[in-house]
Nanobody
Framework: VQLQASGGGLVQAGGSLRLSCAASDRTFSGDVMGWFRQAPGKEQEFVAAVGWKGDNTFYADSVKGRFTISRDNAKNTMYLHMNTLLPEDTAVHSC??????????????????WGQGTEVTVSS
């Protein structure tokens, strides 16, 4: 099973990026999927998560109102639309899938599958 994250890059503060997370070898259409990020020298933190239908979303306070998470189950792909980017959004962003039953979507240990990260750099 592979989760392939893409879409990172270098952008100026105030700009936008769209990250994608494509799944192969397995469908996650019935599972919660999420994004986490790790800034240099910091612990990995929760960014956003989306329920299997796409209508139930969760966000970290630091990105609420700026980021939008979505998914296209027909394409087996999840997205993170990032607007009004700030220098503090600079981090490696990783996607994850399938939250174990009874566990919280905000914890990285809740997820069974992980993709490699894509780097986002926001210049001031």
């Amino acid at each position: 099973v592979q989760l392939q994250a893409s879409g990172g890059g270098l952008v100026q503060a105030g700009g936008s990026l769209r990250l994608s997370c494509a799944a192969s070898d397995r469908t996650f259409s019935g599972d919660v999927m999420g994004w986490f990020r790790q800034a240099p020298g910091k612990e990995q933190e929760f960014v956003a998560a989306v329920g299997w239908k796409g209508d139930n979303t969760f966000y970290a306070d630091s990105v609420k109102g700026r980021f939008t998470i979505s998914r296209d189950n027909a394409k087996n792909t999840m997205y993170l639309h990032m607007n009004t980017l700030l220098p503090e959004d600079t981090a490696v962003h990783s996607c994850a899938a399938k939250v174990r039953i009874g566990l919280t979507v905000q914890k990285r240990t809740s997820y069974e599958y992980w993709g490699q990260g894509t780097e986002v750099t926001v210049s001031s």
